[in-house]
């Protein structure tokens, strides 16, 4: 199954202003300047889709694209599902009553969104145990639901020597190990969201 097409849907402030919850979302959440919108570039084939910001923590809307994968069935050539790109958290210049509304959209769309199917969280793999990220994944799996997965996806591994990629691969043996720079792991993340949405 190959992802073949990408669009820009919208941008939404909070689950109320979304579109409607009528095919299954993956969303991608991670630290500001984890490399989240490259990512997003890489798996998608489009260079521009997603913008990242010069300013981390800049983007504060919730953005959606729609997503066309090919198959190799007849009677079903083509599927489909939305990508979900959350504002970056671990942000300092903003507003405290900015950040405490952008957490709560945040939070709604994580907990009440009923067609959201993949937690894609990005984390730095140079920096695999920031408490921020520890926290993250611990309020993923309070949340989560029986239907969803979550998925820990390791950014920038290109600047990890050998013997410390190891040691990130064996300390997260589950992990998706990713490098825009070298196009790695970007299939092994696709295979593992159409794997949960569409079965093999």
Not at 148 to 173: C, G, H, M, W
């Amino acid at each position: 199954m190959n992802l073949i097409d990408a669009t820009f849907l919208q941008s939404a402030q909070s689950i109320v202003d979304s579109p409607a919850p009528n095919i299954a979302e993956v969303a991608f959440l991670g630290r500001s300047n984890v490399g989240k919108s490259s990512l997003l570039n890489s798996l998608t084939n489009k260079k521009g889709l997603a913008k990242s910001s010069s300013t981390p923590g800049k983007t504060q809307l919730i953005n959606y694209f729609d997503i066309k994968f090919k198959t190799n069935s007849e009677e079903m050539p083509y599927l489909f599902a939305r990508f979900v790109d959350l504002p970056g958290f671990g942000y300092a210049k903003v507003a405290k009553s900015l950040k405490a509304a952008w957490n709560k959209n945040l939070t709604g769309y994580l907990q009440d969104r009923p067609n959201l199917q993949i937690f894609v969280h990005l984390i730095d793999s140079r920096h695999p145990e920031l408490e921020i990220d520890k926290n993250v994944d611990e309020f993923l799996k309070d949340i989560k639901r029986g239907d969803q997965i979550i998925v820990n996806a390791f950014t920038k591994t290109d600047k990890l020597n050998s013997s410390e990629l190891n040691k990130l691969k064996r300390d997260y043996p589950n992990g998706i190990f990713i490098s825009n720079l070298k196009k790695r792991g970007i299939i092994d993340l696709q295979n593992k969201i159409t794997g949960h949405l569409f079965g093999n």
